[in-house]
């Protein structure tokens, strides 16, 4: 999601085709969000805390954490005024209740030291130029004791794909460059271990939270390898030609229709405490 004064990620109006981009960011929310949900309630998640959604998007995830904290409050803070829309389109009932959707940046909030329990930021912090600036940020909004998860990707462990599909590996590393190149960083999970022992956080874990077309249904996760749609920017800006797009999305398309084919996609949440005494 996009939080920082400058964001690798669309900005309202940029993306050829937003219906598309909304939906994804929907089905990748609700394909994680079990396992997520489970990790996050061993880590300490408890129903009456105050959670802060940090880059909440269009607020598929800040939806999610309201229902799973039934005595508690969420705070969905999103740079981008179209996407913060999105989620006030949606959540409009709930907000001014237990929950809070303001705009801003997660490299500096607008809000005040030690108001949460818990922070996320969930495929964020590869989006942004300054990410150590940003869990700086996040460690001031915690309170002491307060639990900061970072949910994000590394290209270089970001799943599997059998059989192969020939032209995506050089499909991805065009979005790699071209992501970089905006501000972002799609190898930034390696990092976030040191940055937040940089900021101040002990007590670092990191899980690995793998789903596959096995146990979803290979539809389920079948939006993510949308060669066309996911590099219609790129094609636009002239990084990748129309030509190498239809040619993978051919092969895509082939991978799709093979009942013996299996996706797997991971993610990893990286965990630190902040110190200063017990969380209450």
């Not at 066309?228 to 398309?253: D, F, P």
Request: with cysteine.
């Amino acid at each position: 999601m996009t939080t920082a004064t400058r964001s690798s990620y669309y900005s309202s109006g940029e993306h050829p085709h937003p219906e598309y981009e909304l939906e994804r960011l929907r089905a990748q929310a609700l394909v994680f969000w079990p396992k997520e949900l489970r990790h996050l309630q061993q880590l300490g998640l408890r129903p009456d805390m105050d959670v802060l959604d940090a880059g909440c998007g269009p607020g598929f995830i800040t939806e999610a954490l309201l229902e799973s904290l039934p005595q508690g409050t969420v705070t969905g803070l999103e740079l981008d005024a179209g996407l913060l829309a999105e989620a006030r389109g949606r959540l409009a009932p709930e907000e001014g209740g237990r929950l809070k959707l303001l705009q801003g940046s997660i490299t500096e909030a607008p809000l005040p030291d030690a108001g949460f329990d818990l922070a996320l930021a969930r495929l964020v912090l590869q989006h942004i130029a300054e990410p150590a600036q940003a869990l700086t940020e996040l460690g001031r909004l915690l309170r002491p004791g307060g639990r900061l998860v970072v949910a994000d990707a590394d290209d270089a462990l970001w799943g599997s794909i059998h059989p192969g599909i020939p032209g995506l590996a050089d499909v991805m590393e065009l979005r790699r460059r071209h992501q970089s190149q905006r501000g972002g960083n799609r190898h930034v999970g390696r990092a976030v271990p040191a940055m937040m022992r940089a900021a101040g956080f002990t007590g670092i874990t990191v899980e690995a939270v793998a789903v596959t077309s096995d146990e979803l249904g290979m539809d389920a996760l079948a939006g993510q390898l949308d060669v066309r749609a996911r590099t219609a920017l790129m094609v636009k800006e002239g990084v990748i030609s129309e030509e190498q797009v239809e040619r993978t999305q051919e092969e895509v398309e082939q991978f799709l229709a093979d009942p013996a084919s299996s996706f797997m996609l991971l993610m990893f949440l990286y965990s630190g405490v902040k110190q200063g005494g017990e969380r209450r």
